[in-house]
Nanobody, 120 residues
Framework: QVQLVESGGGLVQPGGSLRLSCAVS????????MGWYRQAPGKQRELVAT???????RYADSVKGRFIISRDNAKNTVYLQMNSLKPEDTAVYYC??????????????WGQGTQVTVSS
């Protein structure tokens, strides 16, 4: 029932910036852990950033200092601001919603993904 739709991907040169958006429906952001993941060709899907309902954030070491995850609960939207992009950031980026139930149960919901290509 939870649906997520990513947008904002595209082609950008190294050192450039992009902002990804994830529109969430079916559940408010106040009760979910939101995350961004990415998957490059031939590689496993990896965690990029997470944001808790209380606003705490965590980042993969590879993107610390460059990416910022944020949420607007009123708009039911999560953002990923990507700065100083590198070719190795090229991947399909997926928005994730982790709906928590009674510990230890939870459900993960995924968007369709948006392509980010960093190339000169």
């Amino acid at each position: 029932q939870v649906q997520l739709v990513e947008s904002g991907g595209g082609l950008v040169q190294p050192g450039g910036s992009l902002r990804l958006s994830c529109a969430v429906s079916g559940s408010g952001l106040g009760a979910e852990i939101m995350g961004w993941y990415r998957q490059a060709p031939g590689k496993q899907r990896e965690l990029v950033a997470t944001s808790t309902p209380g606003g705490n954030t965590r980042y993969a070491d590879s993107v610390k200092g460059r990416f910022i995850i944020s949420r607007d609960n009123a708009k039911n939207t999560v953002y990923l601001q990507m700065n100083s992009l590198k070719p190795e950031d090229t991947a399909v980026y997926y928005c994730n919603s982790r709906l928590l139930g009674t510990f230890p149960f939870f459900e993960d919901y995924w968007g369709q993904g948006t392509q980010v290509t960093v190339s000169s």
